[in-house]
C-alpha cells in the first residue's frame, strides 16, 4: 500500500511551506529523510522495508527537491527540522523513529536535538553535519559526477548515469536538487557546533556507515557515534555513502536486530 499527498506545514519563523509526502505500509511509524540525491535515493528502501515488516514509512520531499517549490524563508538544516517536528504534530504521530542519510542523516540529528516526545528513536545513516578534524566531507561541488558515484558507492556499475543523457526535465530537477543542497547545508556541508550539540541526546541511536564510504569515512562515522552518549555504531561491510540504495536489505536487519536487543524503541 502507497501513496503520495502534500501538506501544508506551518513553521514557527518560517511560515507555511508545503511538503510532498510518499508513504509505504502500515504499522510502527518510520520517517525516512532522503540526502542530496533526493526521494528517489530512498523509496527503494521504503518500499522493501513496508513489504517485509509491519511498518509505516513516510518519506518527504525536502522542499526544492525534485520539482518542488521552496519557501525563501526555509533555507537551513535546522529549518527542515523544525519543519518535520511539526509535520509529526500535525500527523499526531507517537513512537517515531527517524531515519537519515547523508544530509538527512543531519536533518535527523536535529529533528532529535528538538527533543520532540514524538521521537523515540533516531537511525544515522553515513550523515553529514559534523565537523571531524583530519576528516573532512568531501567536496561535492567541485567533484565530477564519475566521482560522485566512485565515491557513493561500492559498486558504482549499477547506479552510474551520464546526466547528459536525461531528458531537460530531469536536468532541470537536478540542478534544482544541486543548488537545494548548497542552500540547506552550503558547501562544506557542516556545522561547527553541531558536535558538541549532540552531547546533550538521550535518545536510543543506531548510526550505520558503509565501510567504503568516500564521502565522509569511517572515522567520521565512529566520532558521529562517539559524540552522542546513546549511540552504538555499526560498520557495514561492501557499501558506500548509501546503503539503503546499495545493500537495502543490511540496513533493515541493522535496524531490526537492534530492535530486538538494546533498541526497542525502533520496532514492535
Known amino acids: 500500500m502507497s501513496s503520495t499527498a502534500t501538506r501544508t506545514v506551518p513553521v514557527d519563523r518560517i511560515g507555511p511551506a508545503e511538503v510532498t509526502i510518499a508513504e509505504y505500509g ?49 533555507g537551513s538544516i535546522p529549518g527542515l527540522a523544525a519543519l518535520y517536528t511539526t509535520l509529526l504534530d500535525q500527523l499526531d504521530l507517537q513512537d517515531v523513529t527517524v531515519i537519515g542519510n547523508s544530509i538527512g542523516g543531519w536533518i535527523t540529528a536535529e529533528i532529535a536535538l528538538l527533543k520532540s516526545p514524538r521521537v523515540s528513536g533516531i537511525v544515522l545513516i553515513d550523515a553529514v553535519g559534523i565537523e571531524v578534524p583530519g576528516h573532512p566531507v568531501a567536496d561535492f561541488f567541485s567533484l565530477t559526477m564519475e566521482q560522485v558515484f566512485q565515491r557513493s558507492f561500492h559498486n558504482p556499475e549499477p547506479f552510474r548515469i551520464d546526466p547528459a543523457t536525461l531528458p531537460p526535465a530531469a536536468q532541470a530537477i537536478a540542478a534544482g536538487n544541486r543548488a537545494a543542497i548548497s542552500v540547506y547545508a552550503g558547501t562544506a556541508m557542516t556545522d561547527p ?35 552522542i552518549p546513546m549511540a552504538r555504531f555499526q560498520l557495514l561491510p561492501e557499501t558506500g555513502h548509501s546503503p539503503q540504495q546499495e545493500t537495502p536489505d543490511q540496513v533493515i536487519h541493522a535496524i531490526w536486530d537492534s530492535a530486538d536487543t538494546d533498541f526497542s524503541a525502533f520496532a514492535r
Open 26 to 74: 502500515s504499522g510502527q511509524p518510520f520517517l525516512l529523510l532522503h540526502g542530496g540525491a533526493g526521494p528517489a535515493s530512498v523509496t527503494g528502501f521504503a518500499e522493501l522495508f513496508a513489504a517485509t515488516h509491519d511498518v509505516r514509512v513516510l518519506v518527504p520531499t525536502h522542499p526544492g527537491f525534485g520539482g518542488t517549490p521552496r519557501p525563501e524563508a526555509l
Open 193 to 227: 557546533t553541531l558536535l558538541g550539540r549532540l552531547g546533550s541526546l538521550e535518545i536510543p541511536t543506531l548510526v550505520l556507515w558503509g565501510r567504503s564510504d568516500g564521502i565522509v569515512d569511517v572515522d567520521y562515522g565512529r566520532a558521529y557515534a562517539a559524540a
